[in-house]
């Protein structure tokens, strides 16, 4: 599969689906608490995107090899790395959550995820998540025309391990547009200048996952929960990007969206939230 370049109307119209699942988000922000199943949340999230006119991207999902995943987001808490399946155990305080969702609008799809600190979060969980977000908003920063993938990935990298975190291989940001996964695979990890040239109208996600011990993973018996092998805690943020003429327009903002880090160079980053329409 080549990569697909979005024109004009293409890039409308993920302002507009990566807007809406950026709104998702904030609507279960204020759920999220000490009591609450995630199976509660992925229902409430169920119903605002019949709101929205949206439906759920990852409910009945099903790549090769895989059994249809069950629900329409992920919740993955503490040493779950990602694809965690909302179920009936209550949230408790100090637990850290991402929440990933992605939603189709109109034959598109946008795509993103935040971390969530339940009740009063321990500090290693508060630091974590911080940098992961930190990290994502490094890479972000690379982002330009010329540029390269594996500057995307190397700024993540050196970032993560200079503040003690180890990055997560096996999983990685992807091409998407009016398919869930596109090419091409962004990796967390890399050398500078190397991989595929950045070029205007490239829309992918990047989407670090960080690790407090060590990075490998592995599966559990349900085929899509993704954990920590040394149980160690688990962080990860998402954003949709496409790649514009003078750098990079961040599509996944909406009005609960954690603003951008002070170093983010704003000249080159444009947020969307003022110019995606419903």
């Excluded at 069950?70 to 993955?76: E, Q, V």
């Excluded at 407090?212 to 040394?230: F, S």
């Excluded at 160690?232 to 880090?261: D, F, N």
Aim: charged share 20%; net charge negative; hydrophobic share 35%.
């Amino acid at each position: 599969m080549s990569i697909t370049y979005k024109d004009a109307a293409g890039i409308a119209a993920m302002r507009t689906a990566c807007r809406l699942a950026s709104e998702v988000l904030d609507f279960l922000a204020p759920h999220v608490k000490p009591g609450v199943t995630t199976n509660e949340i992925d229902r409430l999230a169920a119903e605002c995107m019949a709101r929205q006119g949206t439906v759920s991207a990852t409910l009945g999902y099903q790549p090769p090899g895989y059994t249809p995943y069950p629900k329409s987001l992920c919740t993955s808490l503490n040493h779950v790395v990602c694809h965690g399946i909302p179920n009936d155990k209550p949230l408790r305080k100090g637990d850290a959550m991402n929440i990933d969702v992605t939603v189709i609008k109109d034959g598109w799809f946008g795509d993103t995820s935040r971390m969530f600190l339940v009740g009063e979060p321990s500090i290693a969980a508060k630091r974590l998540s911080q940098v992961t977000f930190e990290s994502l908003w490094h890479g972000i920063n690379q982002v330009r025309p010329g540029a390269r993938l594996g500057d995307i990935g190397a700024a993540i990298q050196k970032f993560a391990e200079g503040h003690g975190y180890s990055v997560v291989r096996e999983f990685c940001g992807h091409g998407i547009g009016q398919n869930f996964h596109e090419e091409p695979q962004v990796l967390h990890y890399g050398r500078p200048g190397t991989l595929t040239e950045l070029r205007p109208g490239m829309v992918f996600t990047i989407e670090p996952m960080l690790n407090a011990g060590r990075r490998e993973v592995k599966e559990l018996g349900d085929g899509w929960t993704i954990v920590t092998k040394d149980h160690s805690l688990s962080a990860q943020w998402e954003h949709t990007v496409v790649v514009t003429e003078t750098g990079v327009e961040v599509l996944t903002m909406s009005a609960g969206t954690q603003p951008a880090p002070d170093f983010v160079d704003r000249e080159r980053v444009r947020l969307a939230t003022e110019t995606a329409t419903a």
